[in-house]
């Protein structure tokens, strides 16, 4: 951490920083997977509003995916499969659900800032992998 103030890399190296942007990066996928396992009506009824069917398969994927993937990253075990999965989904969710390329005015506006939001995630998962990754090569 060269470039970094030490104070920054002093922080970096506490050992709960970490796990704490790995529970961060997926919360938004945890709290949505536990919420649509627990109203899986209305998950069903999200996935055919965006024309994904059948809408109660879909709805159990994004479930599985949601939480099986957010426990991989948070616990850092097979962190490539949960993050890989969730960066899968986020990409479909993506070219479904912030189609801005389809839209015109405020609705493209929101949905182009989303769709590069979700970008970022997809970054950030590919980024928990390389750390991972490098994490289990500096214990070996």
């Known amino acids: 951490m060269v470039d970094s103030p030490s104070w920054v890399a002093a922080l970096l190296r506490q050992p709960w920083v970490m796990p704490l942007v790995r ?6 996928y945890l709290i949505g997977g536990v919420t649509k396992l627990m109203h899986f009506d209305a998950a069903v009824a999200e996935q055919v509003h965006f024309g994904l ?5 879909w709805a159990t994927l994004a479930i599985f995916v949601e939480i099986a993937g957010s426990l991989c990253v948070i616990f850092n075990r097979f962190t490539w ?4 999965a969730l960066a899968a989904l986020t990409v479909v969710a993506m070219l479904v659900a912030n189609n801005f390329w389809r839209l015109e005015g405020v609705a493209r506006f929101i949905a182009l800032n989303s769709f590069f939001e979700h ?3 997809v970054a950030a998962f590919v980024m928990l992998t390389y750390l ?4 289990r090569r500096s214990r070996v």
């Open 53 to 57: 069917h059948p809408g109660w398969l």
């Open 119 to 121: 970008l970022g995630l």
């Open 132 to 135: 991972a990754s490098g994490e």
């Open 23 to 28: 529970i961060c990066v997926v919360s938004a």
């Open 81 to 84: 499969l949960g993050a890989g």
